[in-house]
């Protein structure tokens, strides 16, 4: 459980109002999703630990990934940077039209996609021309921190990365993707759900894809949801946010929130999100080699794995 710390009382009230998507924390009804999701997903790349821990948070931190949920980054309560209020119903006067809620979805991809190309750019500053590592740009003993302002290279990617990794992850989390809905009729309780098993080919910066048909996510405007998204699909209606993640082994257990309880829905969001997660990491490398070459490039993308320069 997260400890009592200054501000605690602020970060609790913080966390409950908004449709956060996967947890960042350990405590307050979640258990570092995020972080979670993020270590499974960048494993096999080799991290060094330190370098792990600055994006995918530790013990009381959140961490790159985690950020956007911070109080201090005021981003919880900002729709583009979860992937939020996309809601839409193909039902006579629903409140939302198709064309706003895409327009919801769509700003949210386009906030991953320029914190992904964000941090090609901040890359370039880990290695300099002439092909020499610059250390004074990498976190040794100091952490890096992600508060919003700029700070060290590498630092500056990881928050960068973190930013783009929420949404990407949120996205699954709360949009109907890979989502199935309870047997009965369709309403906004039980929204309907697009059933797909891997990642998002419309959310791959690569590609330039139509919207998918029926792609949505839930209404957040404010509490009690029920007062300010009466008679449209809620975030309470469609959100995996919480479960059960092994680290260990990466199996996914079973969902705590409503939807994610039902259909495996919480278990097929999370491997869609370490998979895209994944894909964006190595879309960040393949853009950072398409900037710098292969020579320099390599040597940029060994700092940003590495925790020590040495050896790059």
Not at 10 to 32: D, E, K
Not at 56 to 64: E, K, N
Request: hydrophobic fraction near 35%.
């Amino acid at each position: 459980m997260l400890r009592l710390i200054p501000g605690l009382f602020l970060m609790a009230v913080a966390f409950a109002p908004h449709a956060y998507g996967f947890g960042t924390i350990n405590g307050l009804g979640q258990s570092s999703e995020h972080g979670k999701i993020t270590r499974i997903a960048l494993r096999p790349l080799g991290l060094g630990p330190r370098t792990m821990a600055e994006i995918a948070g530790s013990r009381g931190r959140f961490g790159a990934v985690g950020a956007p949920d911070h109080p201090k980054r005021r981003l919880y309560n900002k729709s583009i940077a979860h992937c939020s209020a996309a809601d839409h119903l193909a039902t006579p006067g629903y409140p939302q039209s198709r064309q706003a809620a895409a327009a919801m979805l769509q700003a949210c991809r386009r906030w991953i996609i320029s914190h992904l190309n964000r941090a090609v750019v901040e890359a370039g500053r880990l290695v300099n021309p002439g092909g020499r590592i610059q250390t004074s740009e990498i976190p040794s003993f100091i952490r890096c921190t992600y508060a919003g302002g700029r700070g060290r290279a590498k630092c500056n990617v990881l928050g960068a990365l973190g930013l783009a990794f929420h949404a990407a992850q949120d996205f699954y989390a709360h949009s109907n993707w890979s989502d199935r809905p309870a047997s009965g009729p369709i309403h906004t309780a039980n929204p309907p759900g697009l059933g797909n098993s891997a990642r998002a080919p419309w959310l791959d910066p690569r590609r330039n894809l139509a919207f998918p048909k029926g792609l949505i996510s839930g209404c957040f405007q404010g509490l009690p949801e029920k007062r300010y998204c009466k008679g449209r699909v809620r975030h309470a209606d469609l959100n995996k946010d919480t479960g059960a993640i092994n680290v260990a082994n990466g199996t996914v257990g079973a969902g705590k929130s409503r939807r994610g309880r039902i259909n495996d829905n919480f278990a097929r969001a999370v491997r869609a999100a370490i998979s895209d997660t994944r894909d964006k990491w190595a879309y960040f490398e393949e853009q950072v080699l398409k900037k710098y070459g292969a020579q320099r490039g390599r040597k940029i993308i060994c700092v940003m794995r590495r925790d020590r320069s040495r050896g790059c």
